[in-house]
């Protein structure tokens, strides 16, 4: 039995719901569910006279009380752990909450605080969200998309939860990156929660403290590598695929080695992408491209160095080296002007390397001139001492990796240093801002990956960007659903970057913050959807009509939380 649909006008707008639900099963029902909202006359037809208060309500007066309760929580966690239950109980009101509180609710639903909530998924688990296949199902995966609540997916953010944030291999409470990323898809990008799916693939743990933790909710095994990994995720990709023909695949916090190469074997035959890889890479690269913007040297002119050479580390050096090839470098020029060190000291090619770094690695005679602190290791003093970076970027998880010594080192050769460290939670970053400010009395140009106060320095207040990828993947999976996307190209993510960048406020101050404020998100995603569904178009890669207004399309598209009259049916 279906539990709702979504019934629209000829303008393609929603009039109303069908449901045939009624009494405890339509309350139990957190998309459907109403609470006190519910008129007097919908309680008579869905037979739940009696089960509430007698008061109807609006939404606004609702998203008032849950304010109130909301704030009678004390810590992050606290906070995380209501909202959530809010979810499983009203979704509409849920939404209606954070959108009026994004700024101060998008920490605590998504980065950093998510980062918490994984780890304690199997002890603080109330009601399970999305769909679990373990491998042990492998050969049942059709039939459990069968046992899926939304009848129709447009977006599905997919985890196997084995590189969480900077928290690594957390099992089976990967589902809540996955929970939390298509809440930001709607909340920032308008995409309805309606036509989303979380899904973990349960592939085992190496997490020891997991496996012998008498709680954990997941499959207690090692996890399967190999063949049987690869065949597995072909398997699920197979069965996806053929149930949602126009889905976008969103892969996130796999494992480094995994997630690169799923990625390369898949993104030309389906629509997908990598979060941590594509997403996480063009805001960072929106951010490099207004640093250059705020410190008056072009971009080619620039010198980077990269703290952390794992996914995120190299794919923000990818798009880096792509947007320098489109400024007129060659591949190895632009290469030649980034340099990736990780816990080892500076790539070179003599290192122990995986596949993906191997295009970074320095040659001896790159750095036969360069003076060392200590022979055995090129380190990160060594590395910013010789080449003098503009820009530096923290991919590290290494707290505190971006010493006063660094800093200044740097910022002694460069007028207006630009500086990002990016490893979430706040407990992780390479530096804080207020530390950055004051190493440099200022000077230094700053994103960072986790939200932190602004910072006073001689007297003026500053706001620190957030390098947060939730203005990217929104607008790109908007962009993508209004289009119906083949595949998500380099293109397509370059025109992403492009628009968020173009959004950043430096373009009218140069001291300003170089993005916008969170609050500013789905104006952002707005703009990224219609850059990169005019570039599918442009590139063949649409399947809509030619003439079909794409600008139209992502207005009507974009959800609202709002409650709709219900129909009764069978």
């Not at 023909?245 to 997630?259: K, Q, S, T």
């Not at 890479?281 to 620039?302: E, I, K, Q, W, Y």
């Not at 001896?364 to 080449?387: G, H, P």
């Not at 083949?486 to 101050?509: F, G, R, Y």
Request: hydrophobic residues 40%; charged residues 20%; negative net charge.
């Amino acid at each position: 039995m279906f539990k709702f649909k979504i019934i629209r006008d000829a303008d393609g707008r929603i009039s109303h719901i069908d449901t045939p639900l009624s009494g405890s099963d339509l309350l139990d029902t957190s998309m459907l569910n109403k609470g006190c909202a519910f008129t007097l006359e919908e309680r008579e037809v869905f037979g739940l006279t009696g089960l509430l208060p007698g008061q109807v309500e609006t939404l606004e007066h609702q998203a008032m009380r849950m304010y109130l309760q909301y704030n009678e929580h004390h810590t992050n966690l606290g906070k995380n752990i209501y909202l959530n239950v809010l979810h499983d109980y009203n979704q509409i009101l849920f939404y209606k909450l954070a959108s009026q509180h994004l700024e101060e609710m998008l920490p605590i639903i998504y980065t950093p605080t998510v980062g918490e909530a994984v780890q304690r998924f199997s002890t603080e688990m109330r009601q399970s969200r999305g769909l679990y296949i373990s491998y042990r199902d492998r050969d049942k995966i059709e039939s459990i998309l069968d046992n899926r609540l939304p009848p129709e997916v447009d977006i599905s953010v997919v985890t196997d939860g084995e590189a969480v944030l900077g928290i690594g291999d957390q099992g089976i409470g990967g589902v809540n990156i996955s929970v939390a990323k298509l809440i930001v898809y709607t909340l920032c990008g308008g995409i309805s929660p309606h036509r989303v799916l979380p899904i973990q693939l349960d592939v085992g743990t190496n997490n020891h403290h997991l496996l012998n933790d008498p709680m954990y909710l997941g499959w207690r095994h090692e996890r399967i590598t190999g063949q049987e990994y690869d065949d597995f995720i072909d398997q699920f990709v197979q069965a996806m695929t053929k149930k949602f023909p126009h889905l976008f695949l969103h892969w996130e916090d796999f494992g480094r080695d995994n997630a690169r190469r799923i990625l390369t074997h898949y993104r030309d035959s389906i629509c997908t992408m990598n979060g941590d890889m594509q997403a996480t890479g063009a805001v960072a690269l929106a951010c490099v491209l207004s640093g250059v913007v705020a410190s008056r040297t072009p971009l080619l002119n620039h010198r980077v160095v990269i703290l952390g050479a794992g996914t995120a580390g190299v794919g923000i050096a990818e798009q880096i080296v792509g947007a320098m090839m489109r400024k007129g470098l060659s591949e190895n020029e632009a290469r030649g002007k980034i340099w990736l060190v990780d816990k080892n000291g500076l790539l070179m090619k003599e290192s122990p390397l995986l596949p993906f770094q191997a295009a970074f690695a320095k040659e001896k005679n790159d750095i036969s001139l360069w003076q060392f602190r200590n022979s055995n290791q090129i380190t990160l003093y060594d590395v910013v001492k010789n080449v003098e970076p503009t820009i530096l970027i923290g991919c590290s998880t290494a707290a505190g990796a971006f010493t006063e010594e660094v800093i200044k080192l740097m910022a002694a050769k460069v007028a207006r240093p630009i500086i990002m460290p990016l490893s979430n939670p706040n407990t992780l970053a390479e530096a804080k801002p207020e530390q950055l400010i004051n190493w440099t009395e200022a000077k230094a140009i700053i994103a960072c990956g986790s939200p932190f106060p602004d910072v006073s320095f001689a007297g003026k207040w500053q706001r620190i960007a957030q390098s947060n990828n939730a203005f990217a993947f929104p607008g790109i999976g908007l962009g993508v659903i209004v289009s119906k996307a083949k595949h998500l190209s380099d293109e397509m993510l370059w025109v992403a970057t492009q628009a968020i960048s173009e959004c950043s406020p430096v373009n009218q101050d140069a001291t300003a913050p170089l993005l916008p404020k969170l609050s500013e998100s789905r104006m952002v995603s707005s703009k990224v959807a219609f850059a990169v569904a005019e570039q599918a178009r442009k590139e063949g890669l649409a399947r809509v009509a030619a003439d079909l207004d794409f600008k139209e399309a992502i207005r009507h598209s974009m959800w609202e939380p709002q409650y709709y009259p219900y129909h009764k049916v069978k």
